[in-house]
């Protein structure tokens, strides 16, 4: 009986692991047109293993390790659900956010997390995400990279998120906030990312190609 159940929870996860879990539904905004796989599986949350963006084997675009899925499907989330982003996957965003490259691996930021409703409601800007993170540091572009790891992982996990700076003024100007911050000396909030479970599906915003250009 136990070898039949470990069986069938090894085929569970294999055909989750080929699907490539809720971003079967993410996948439409950047259909691939070559990929079945991704419209078949809602089931992720079942299977702590596979994160939402395994890769598709059938398909060139999405990349093999599902990170150039996640890239292209992330939206900037400004409508959530109301339930709580479980710690864990709060802990996960930041450990994904502090292994972002960072100049001399000098680490020099600092990361704070609330889950208060209170708090978090109480900051103009917010959308009713259920967390928020505020990252500071002395390095725009390590800070920079690190918000989108974290963006990318949350979203590697169903969340959602939004990168905002238009709040700062906001916080930087509110004592009490700054004093539960309790930032290190020097050190600047740079942006914060507020997280929760997505109640919206925004399309992608068109990009502009040309300021790409390769050198002769
Ligand atoms: C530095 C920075 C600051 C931003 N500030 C805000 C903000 O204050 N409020 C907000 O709703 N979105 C903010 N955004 C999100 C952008 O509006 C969003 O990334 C952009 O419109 C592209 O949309 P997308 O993230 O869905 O691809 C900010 C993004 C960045 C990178």
């Not at 299977?47 to 900037?76: F, L, P, T, W, Y």
């Not at 020097?186 to 992608?204: H, N, R, S, T, W």
Request: proline residues 2%; neutral net charge; aromatic residues 4%.
């Amino acid at each position: 009986m136990k070898k039949i159940m470990v069986a069938a929870t090894m085929a569970a996860c294999l055909v989750l692991a080929a699907c490539g879990g809720q971003n079967a539904k993410s996948s439409k905004n950047h259909d691939c047109g070559k990929c079945e796989k991704h419209e078949q599986c809602d089931r992720h949350e079942q299977c702590e293993k596979h994160a939402n963006s395994d890769a598709c084997e059938n398909c060139d675009k999405h990349g093999k390790s599902g990170v150039s899925e996640a890239i292209m499907g992330r939206r900037s989330i400004r409508k959530y659900q109301d339930k709580a982003v479980e710690k864990e996957k709060l802990q996960q965003i930041a450990k994904a956010g502090v292994n972002a490259p960072n100049a001399m691996n000098a680490q020099n930021w600092a990361v704070r997390i609330s889950q208060d409703k209170e708090l978090i409601n109480g900051i103009r800007g917010t959308h009713g995400g259920t967390a928020l993170i505020f990252v500071a540091g002395r390095n725009a572009v390590d800070c920079g990279l690190m918000g989108q790891n974290m963006m990318l992982a949350a979203y590697d996990m169903g969340l959602g998120t939004v990168i905002m700076t238009g709040p700062l003024g906001a916080i930087k100007g509110n004592a009490d906030i700054m004093k539960k911050l309790d930032l290190p000396e020097g050190m600047e909030l740079q942006f914060v990312i507020e997280v929760g479970y997505p109640d919206e599906k925004p399309d992608a915003k068109t990009r502009n190609m040309d300021v790409i250009k390769f050198l002769e």
